[in-house]
């Protein structure tokens, strides 16, 4: 019941309205039951004339009806006893559509409000968390374990109203008679027990079903996103094999699942009519009730056993699927651990430099820096050239502030970055990535990301400015068309033009380009290059590559060797911040 009473706590005044609108659908249900004794007495004609029950001494239950109605200048007659009964009903049926509407709210809420949960403490998380953490775990987290989530509430709630509906039951058979209702009751509670190992067998089996589904959604996303390779070698068939065994052991684990849900039912079914039976026996021939009574009470019982077999088939259901509730939570507080500290609250300007002094960097105690200088003048090209693996990107994710040196400090000028309000300063950063991401999208939409902010003159200014509005405007609709899955419907060197206006829409300072040539062809790169040299001047420019092309293109050079950083190339650039 954790689950339920964690939900209810998020959710405090849909679920009280619920409860209360259950219960007071309890009371005007249990005002119908008590006036359906009555009812039959006087179908029957077990009262003198047939048309009253005041005189009926067979069961407290009648006395309290018949008094209650003559109290209140009513004659307990059968059309006044089936108005009654309506009228209980009607407002029993308003009171349950109103509990539902509550669990509907919070069933639709709870998926969304986890899903924004997640994705803000995603958001907030530092670099490092993302290098560690497998993508499609988190796009399962969004999908199936945040509808799974919801549908465990569903059936918690479903589970919460049949488990009213048997407390009013069960009152009402009492006031008839308590011995027949403890004894039906204590029969039913050890039937429930005996059934409950299936019930722990369908919650292992949906643990199982979380943990098989996480694995199956993470590896079958990194599948995807290599499918060219792998086709391009003929090695999808290795992906096919991995893949079908992680699914066949799900469909294991579903079966297990089903089984447990099916074999509860089975059993159910005769263990609660067996006791139905003996029930019925019990209030004939050794309690020698009334027929009227004895019809109730079989009514009564009838539906207490349909919905204590419910209650524990809902209860089955939701322990299947709160497994994933308790795993996403553990991915948001994970997330949520690893938020990124403001480092501090200072407002960079990027005057003059930015500059690393003397830093030092390391990745599970391997260094890649070591005690390395490097300054990047204001409205200059500074290119940083080296093998790949020696530290080029490390330096960038430095810069942006993604990862913090274990020695030394970078400076923004004259302003250290562990001062910096580190949102103020990204703001201020164009970026484009070693490997250039598309959305499935239009240019527009590539280049601006939805900002409502930028419109059509900002994003073709940024494509003008990237050298891409001549192509852009030869395409079918222009900035409007479609660039295709990661960018296959356009050429390597297309692609990084529009990555370039994205990171050039919004007016950086600071421009940082990670291996901007690297997969493209001799023509091309020399193209980007020259690109940069019309774009330096009116930024900061930072441009990694293992090539050495681009240290002709660039105003300052950089060679990286054994985590030391060596200036190649310096075209008489004053640096008051160099170091």
Same mark, same amino acid.
């Given at each position: 019941?954790?689950? /339920? !009473?964690? $939900?209810?706590? *998020?959710?405090? &005044?849909? #679920?009280?309205?619920? @409860? +209360? =609108?259950?219960?007071?659908? %309890? ?54 006893? /089936? !108005?009654? $009964?309506?009228? *209980?009903?009607? &407002?029993? #049926?308003?009171?349950? @559509? +109103? =509990?539902?509407?509550?669990? %509907? ?69 009492? @006031? ?404």
């Amino acid at each position: 019941m954790r689950f /339920l !009473i964690t $939900i209810a706590s *998020a959710y405090p &005044l849909q #679920s009280a309205i619920m @409860l +209360l =609108a259950l219960s007071l659908a %309890g009371v005007a249900e249990g005002i119908g039951l008590s006036a359906l004794l009555p009812l039959v007495s006087v179908a029957m004609g077990s009262q003198a004339g047939a048309d009253s029950a005041a005189s009926v001494g067979h069961s407290g239950l009648e006395r309290v009806v018949t008094e209650t109605l003559t109290s209140v200048g009513l004659t307990p007659t059968l059309g006044v006893l /089936l !108005i009654v $009964i309506v009228i *209980a009903i009607v &407002l029993k #049926s308003g009171l349950v @559509l +109103l =509990a539902k509407k509550q669990v %509907g709210y919070t069933v639709a809420h709870v998926a969304t409000d986890l899903r924004l949960t997640l994705i803000r403490a995603l958001l907030i998380a530092r670099w490092e968390y993302f290098l560690r953490q497998p993508i499609g775990v988190l796009a399962n987290s969004m999908a199936t374990e945040a509808v799974r989530t919801s549908k465990a509430y569903l059936h918690a709630a479903l589970m919460s109203a049949l488990a009213v509906e048997v407390l009013v039951y069960t009152g009402v058979a009492l @006031l008839i008679s308590w011995k027949a209702t403890l004894i039906s009751l204590a029969i039913g509670l050890i039937i429930a027990y005996m059934l409950k190992r299936l019930v722990g067998r369908a919650r292992r089996a949906g643990v199982r079903q979380t943990d098989l589904l996480k694995s199956l959604i993470a590896h079958l996303t990194d599948t995807f996103i290599s499918i060219k390779p792998l086709k391009a070698m003929a090695r999808e068939s290795r992906a096919d094999a991995l893949l079908a065994k992680k699914t066949n052991r799900l469909n294991k684990a579903l079966q297990k699942q089903v089984l447990s849900k099916e074999t509860l039912k089975a059993v159910q079914e005769p263990l609660f009519v067996a006791l139905l039976a003996i029930g019925l026996y019990v209030v004939s021939v050794f309690l020698r009730f009334p027929l009227a009574t004895v019809l109730v009470l079989v009514f009564l019982l009838t539906r207490i056993v349909k919905r204590v077999n419910k209650v524990q088939q809902e209860y089955q259901e939701m322990v299947i699927l709160e497994s994933a509730y308790w795993s996403l939570k553990d991915t948001i507080r994970e997330a949520e651990r690893a938020r990124e500290p403001n480092l501090g609250a200072e407002t960079p300007s990027l005057d003059h430099a930015i500059r690393l002094d003397r830093v030092s960097f390391a990745y599970n105690e391997e260094w890649v820096l070591k005690e390395a200088s490097l300054s990047f003048p204001s409205g200059l090209l500074t290119a940083i050239v080296g093998p790949s693996g020696i530290g080029k990107t490390t330096i960038a994710d430095l810069l942006i502030g993604l990862i913090r040196p274990q020695q030394g400090e970078v400076w923004v000028d004259d302003l250290p970055l562990a001062k910096v309000d580190l949102k103020k300063w990204r703001k201020m950063i164009g970026y484009v990535p070693q490997e250039t991401l598309l959305l499935h999208d239009t240019v527009f939409i590539n280049v601006t990301l939805g900002d409502p902010e930028l419109g059509e003159e900002e994003a073709e200014d940024a494509l003008r400015a990237a050298g891409a509005w001549e192509f852009v405007t030869e395409m079918p609709k222009g900035m409007y068309s479609t660039v295709g899955e990661r960018g296959s419907m356009i050429s390597g060197g297309q692609r990084q033009r529009i990555a370039l206006a994205r990171a050039l829409v919004h007016k950086p300072k600071l421009l940082v380009l990670d291996e901007p040539t690297s997969a493209l062809d001799q023509e091309s790169e020399a193209a980007i290059c020259e690109t940069l040299q019309q774009l330096s001047g009116k930024y900061t420019i930072l441009a990694i590559s293992h090539r050495n092309t681009l240290i002709g293109a660039a105003d300052r050079a950089y060679q990286l060797e054994d985590g030391k950083a060596l200036l190649v190339q310096d075209h008489n650039v004053a640096d008051a911040y160099s170091g």
